[in-house]
Nanobody
Framework: QVQLDESGGGLVQAGGSLRLSCAASGRTFSSDIMGWFRRAPGKEREFVATISRSSGRTYYADSVKGRFTISRGNAKNTVYLQMNSLKPEDTAVYYC?????????????????WGQGTQVTVSS
């Protein structure tokens, strides 16, 4: 059974930092595109960042570019999201996702596997 487990969310003041972790299990994710998405209250789930597990190539939403960094862990099937200079508008539930293939972009529908999400709250 495929499972993605996120951790690292919490409450932080504006300008602060958090590091989210995602541990995937149940199959080999060595060729997958893995990503982070978020859903703010009253809004649709939106793309944040992706990374290719095989090449390490990354892609970011314009709203987080220069502030967030997605990376692969040394341990198999782990992905991180380092979030710096956090803003109140970054408040959302953050979800880890895996594409199930080596091709995926920023669309929610392109990802086959999802975690349960971790809450990030940024106070002003």
């Amino acid at each position: 059974q495929v499972q993605l487990d996120e951790s690292g969310g919490g409450l932080v003041q504006a300008g602060g930092s958090l590091r989210l972790s995602c541990a995937a299990s149940g199959r080999t994710f060595s060729s997958d595109i893995m990503g982070w998405f978020r859903r703010a209250p009253g809004k649709e789930r939106e793309f944040v960042a992706t990374i290719s597990r095989s090449s390490g190539r990354t892609y970011y939403a314009d709203s987080v570019k220069g502030r967030f960094t997605i990376s692969r862990g040394n341990a198999k099937n782990t992905v991180y999201l380092q979030m710096n200079s956090l803003k109140p508008e970054d408040t959302a539930v953050y979800y880890c996702a895996a594409s199930g293939s080596d091709i995926a972009g920023s669309g929610v529908n392109e990802y086959a596997y999802w975690g349960q999400g971790t809450q990030v709250t940024v106070s002003s």
